[in-house]
Every structure is written in C-alpha cells, then in structure tokens.
C-alpha cells in the first residue's frame, strides 16, 4: 500500500526541488566558465539540472566567449 507522503510529513521532492529551467541552466554554465562554486552549491546544481539544457548552455556560451575574443582582438589590431 502507497502513503501519501504529505500524510507521514514528508515533502514530496517535486515540491522541494526547483525546476530544470535553462536559465538556471545558463547560471551553471557561467559558474563553470569562472570556476569559483563551491563543491556542495556544485553537486547540488547538477542534480536539478537537465543534461540538454546544459549542452545547449555550454555552445551558447563558448560561442559567446569566442565572439568576444574575436572582438577584442580585432579592437586591439585596428589600434583604436
């Protein structure tokens, strides 16, 4: 027999957990870009965050990151 779990005081984990949205995704991906999360803020991100929302994060931001090498780049050759 199945309790439900509000009746034995527990939080069901839909509830308790955010969702796996691809902000949130982003915000990961940026944190790693920097690389100064801390372990446990780390495993916690991970285990609320959907593997295609990260993959599409993490292109998007190397494209951004290559995008402003590129400009940076061209700043510094044309001398202005």
């Known amino acids: 027999m199945s309790e439900d779990p509000s009746t034995r005081g527990e939080v069901p984990k839909t509830q308790n957990a955010p969702k796996a949205t691809f902000l949130r995704s ?10 100064v999360r801390k372990n ?6 991970l285990g609320q965050a959907n593997p295609f929302h990260l993959i599409i994060a993490a292109f998007l931001g190397v494209l951004v990151f290559i995008g402003v ?3 940076a780049v061209k700043w510094a050759v044309s001398g202005t």
């Open 26 to 35: 982003m915000r990961i991906v940026a944190w790693g870009f920097l690389g």
């Open 69 to 71: 090498l590129l400009l």
């Open 40 to 45: 446990s803020k780390y495993h916690e991100d």
